[in-house]
């Protein structure tokens, strides 16, 4: 059975769904009351989009009310894992989210965590029992609605383990490698370099785990302008998109991404269904 957090995300369709009620006390805690007996149900996944700590907070409330009902499997998909991007400690006085997050999910001795395309391997490294979805298929489907001969951009040093093994996922699809710095100054990331002397208008495919504010691709487009791209996609797992779609837009042909953070409701980006994408995986 499945027990979807959110109304707007079910991965796996809407068959054996358990009814629930949630809501926020006035003191801001989230709260949950599943409505169905699941005495005889011996096993529930969990389904969430994490936008906040709150949504996070009530997964864990979520997992203790089924504990109540003494389920002997739960089963976690949360395929945008908070805290992700923070794999590393940089500056003292900094914590290690993606642990701090996977920590309290190790806890509840969860039978297995999904997630979709992890920012890193420290994810499924300090996650337990953790289960990554690749991008793969993703990018296969973005292939398949451009319809034409396309090459890979790797956005920086990264991305460039996981954008090789998609290429070599499709056939040996050509990459081109990317670099950029961020200057530590002011945070302001420069000095974007392609190392391609002429694309010769080629078609480029930009691929990447999460698109926030857009600064390392709005860069990347300008430095690959000079090296005489031709059309510019750019494909995004997890789109958080804080500073809209305007920019890109005037940037990049399409963009394209999932609905593993939230649903877009705008034409300037096609998303793709992780339920669809998970079927045409299998």
């Avoid at 959110?6 to 809407?14: E, K």
């Avoid at 920590?103 to 990554?132: G, M, P, Q, R």
């Avoid at 070599?168 to 670099?179: F, H, K, R």
């Avoid at 797992?237 to 920019?247: L, Q, R």
Wanted: overall charge neutral; glycine content about 8%.
């Amino acid at each position: 059975m499945y027990l979807n957090l959110d109304s707007q995300f079910t991965p796996f369709g809407l068959e054996n769904s358990i009814s629930f009620q949630s809501f926020t006390f006035s003191g801001g805690e989230p709260h949950i009351k599943i409505n169905d007996n699941l005495s005889a149900v011996k096993e529930v996944t969990v389904t969430t989009r994490v936008q906040s700590f709150n949504d996070f907070g009530l997964l864990l409330l979520a997992i203790d009310a089924l504990k109540r009902f003494y389920v002997e499997k739960i089963n976690v998909f949360i395929p945008y894992f908070p805290g992700a991007r923070q794999d590393r400690v940089m500056v003292k006085g900094e914590p290690l989210s993606v642990k701090v997050y996977a920590e309290l999910l190790n806890n509840l001795n969860l039978n297995k965590v999904t997630v979709f395309d992890a920012h890193s391997e420290v994810t499924s490294a300090v996650l337990n029992n953790c289960e990554v979805i690749t991008n793969h298929n993703f990018i296969k489907q973005v292939i398949k609605t451009i319809g034409e001969d396309v090459v890979l951009i790797s956005p920086d040093g990264g991305a460039l383990k996981k954008i090789y093994k998609v290429s070599q996922y499709l056939g040996g699809i050509p990459v081109i490698e990317c670099s950029k710095k961020r200057n530590v100054k002011n945070g302001t990331l420069e000095g974007f370099k392609v190392y391609e002397d002429n694309l010769k208008g080629k078609t480029c495919l930009i691929v990447d785990d999460i698109c926030d504010g857009g600064g390392t691709f709005l860069g990347l487009a300008d430095a690959l302008k000079e090296k005489n791209v031709g059309d510019l996609y750019l494909a995004i797992s997890h789109g958080i998109f804080n500073k809209g779609y305007k920019g890109l837009n005037e940037k990049f042909t399409k963009i394209y991404t999932t609905d593993s953070f939230k649903t877009i409701d705008n034409n300037e980006v096609i998303q793709l269904n992780l339920e669809e994408l998970i079927k045409e995986g299998k």
